[in-house]
T-cell receptor, first 117, second 111 residues
């Protein structure tokens, strides 16, 4: 079975540009999570969706960040305008029924390594 | 505020040695998960512990959940170079689906 698919794997862009990260969750999973990982702060939850609805976006750093899930098989995380401090590895993860059962495993993609110059 | 503290942050040992990684919190979690992450990849679930005092074994790895469900440990017996990686603990609160991750322990096992 295909796992969580993220694209692009690497992105290098100049500050001020718009960045769009994409995620395809595992088929049948109804919860989707966006994380950011840095050396200083570790793995931080940015936002998560349950049944395509955003449930908790308290981790989104500021208005420059936005996330959408138009359907069960696709989500985007957008940064506009991007800044050098946004440089990190961004992970998408999916799970089944995370909103009702607390011990569901999360399946992670391989991440997008983002560098803002 | 870091709700889950992992220690040590870095560990470099020789093949065949034993080690323990700790995950501590002042908060109670409904369950706790351990993940392992290799360079260039996402974290992969190793185990979930749910009941206070629970012990789970995965080959040479032993996981324990504290009686009060505030802390956990991972013990590796006779470490192998293939055990090298970043080990992350993650706690869940209630039925929100939200996980809080520790900072991670980077383990290097030298042959």
């Amino acid at each position: 079975d295909a796992g969580v698919i993220q694209s692009p794997r690497h992105e290098v862009t100049e500050m001020g540009q718009e960045v769009t990260l994409r995620c395809k969750p595992i088929s049948g999973h109804n919860s989707l999570f966006w994380y950011r990982q840095t050396m200083m702060r570790g793995l931080e939850l940015l936002i998560y969706f349950n049944n395509n609805v955003p449930i908790d976006d308290s981790g989104m750093p500021e208005d420059r960040f936005s996330a959408k899930m138009p359907n069960a098989s696709f989500s985007t995380l957008k940064i506009q305008p991007s800044e050098p401090r946004d440089s990190a590895v961004y992970f998408c993860a999916s799970s089944f029924d995370a909103g009702t059962v607390s011990n569901q495993p999360q399946h992670f993609g391989d991440g997008t390594r983002l560098s803002i110059l | 505020t870091q709700l889950l503290e992992q220690s040590p942050q870095f560990l470099s040992i020789q093949e065949g040695e034993n080690l323990t990684v700790y995950c501590n919190s002042s908060s109670v979690f409904s369950s706790l998960q351990w993940y392992r992450q290799e360079p260039g990849e996402g974290p992969v679930l190793l185990v979930t512990v749910v009941t206070g005092g629970e012990v789970k074994k995965l080959k040479r790895l032993t996981f324990q959940f504290g009686d009060a469900r505030k802390d956990s440990s991972l013990h590796i017996t006779a470490a192998q170079p293939g055990d090298t990686g970043l080990y992350l603990c993650a706690g869940a609160k209630g039925n929100t689906g939200k996980l809080i991750f520790g900072q991670g322990t980077t383990l290097q096992v030298k042959p």
